[in-house]
Nanobody
């Protein structure tokens, strides 16, 4: 069974940076991509970034493009989301997900980590 454990959330001021980590275990042959979703209070969950495990290709939602960078250390089975130039509207619970492909619905979800951007 795939397990995804996020870490690195917290409180940061506008314009600041945070790096989220996601440690994966129990990977299966149908698990070819990992990504990040987020859910802000009163809003639907939003897929914001994804990375292919095999070739490292990446995807970003327009809302984070140019500010967030997704990466993965395959040797450590750990994925990262570097978040720069954070805005109050980035405040949300961030979830690590496992997928067959980046354009498909996630099969696995982490427990989530809170990111709060506030002065």
């Amino acid at each position: 069974q795939v397990q995804l454990v996020e870490s690195g959330g917290g409180l940061v001021q506008p314009g600041g940076s945070l790096r989220l980590s996601c440690a994966a275990s129990g990977l299966t042959l149908d698990h070819y991509a990992e990504g990040w979703y987020r859910q802000a209070p009163g809003k639907e969950r939003e897929g914001i970034s994804c990375i292919s495990i095999s070739d490292g290709s990446t995807y970003y939602a327009d809302s984070v493009k140019g500010r967030f960078t997704i990466s993965r250390d395959n040797a450590k089975n750990t994925m990262y989301l570097q978040m720069n130039s954070l805005k109050p509207e980035d405040t949300a619970v961030y979830y690590c997900v496992g997928l067959a492909k980046c354009d498909q619905v996630p099969d696995y979800w982490g427990q989530g980590t809170q990111v709060t951007v506030s002065s």
